[in-house]
């Protein structure tokens, strides 16, 4: 069955550092996009980034960067030069092959200090 | 482009009533999804349509769930006879298409407290 785990609940960040939320999955299937979502207190949920399984470079969005290990099921995100806004809920979730339904893990809330 | 939409943002209602949310996807996607996040917890799915075809729901969503997509539009999920268990955030989505590589956009959320 897939899953999805981050074994950080919570991460502090000095601001204009980077920092990294790990993130590693478990799936059988070939196929399988891995995405990081944000969450701020308001509650939306707000894509950031997008790594398939067949993608050989790391994806990366701005300040935003994944580094994807395949052998070791791990998708980190890394954030670069962090901001006080950067301060929420990150969620790393899994999708595979055809299926429609994303798989969530628990959260990383990161608090960015001043 | 609008993003997602859902109406209300809240709810405050009794155990035992019944409760209708509104989900209104961004225009020209074909796939809506729900989901549920409870406090300290990540999004669990409950169910998605592709138009109006209801393509899977989860072990999650009991007999008093129900959802609807009938023009393959908007989206409506009635909770009936509402536990306080129910009590949680549910998110809705939406994407073009499926495949491993569509990327699910998501609303604000309704926040609902049985009490």
């Known amino acids: 069955a897939q899953k999805i785990t981050q074994t950080q609940p919570g991460m502090f960040v000095q601001e204009k550092e980077a920092v990294t939320l790990d993130c590693t999955y478990d799936?059988?299937?070939?196929?399988?996009?891995l995405f990081w979502y944000k969450q701020p207190s308001s509650g939306e949920m707000i894509f950031l980034i997008y790594?398939?399984?067949?993608?050989?470079q790391n994806a990366t969005e701005g300040r935003y960067s994944l580094n994807f290990q395949k052998a070791r099921k791990s998708a980190n995100l890394v954030i670069s030069a962090s901001q006080l806004g950067d301060s929420a809920m990150y969620f790393c979730?899994?999708?595979?092959?055809?299926?429609?339904?994303?798989?969530f893990g628990q959260g990383t809330e990161l608090s960015v200090k001043p | 482009d609008t993003g997602v939409s859902q109406d209300p943002r809240h709810k405050i209602t009794k155990r035992g009533q019944n409760v209708t949310f509104r989900c209104d996807p961004i225009?020209?996607?074909?796939?809506l999804y729900w989901y549920r996040q409870t406090l300290g917890q990540g999004p669990e799915f409950l169910t998605y349509?592709?138009?109006?075809?209801?393509?899977?729901k989860s072990r999650l969503l009991s007999d008093r769930f129900s959802a609807e997509r009938p023009k393959g539009s908007f989206s409506t999920l009635e909770i009936q006879r509402t536990e306080q268990g129910d009590s949680a955030m549910y998110l809705c989505?939406?994407?073009?298409?499926?495949?491993?590589?569509?990327?699910?956009?998501f609303g604000p959320g309704t926040r609902l407290t049985v009490l």
């Open positions: 349509f592709q138009n109006e075809a209801q393509l899977e």
């Open positions: 989505a939406s994407s073009r298409a499926g495949g491993f590589t569509d990327t699910q956009y």
């Open positions: 979730a899994m999708r595979e092959g055809q299926g429609g339904k994303l798989i």
């Open positions: 790594q398939g399984s067949y993608d050989e």
């Open positions: 799936t059988s299937d070939q196929s399988y996009g």
């Open positions: 225009s020209e996607h074909n796939r």
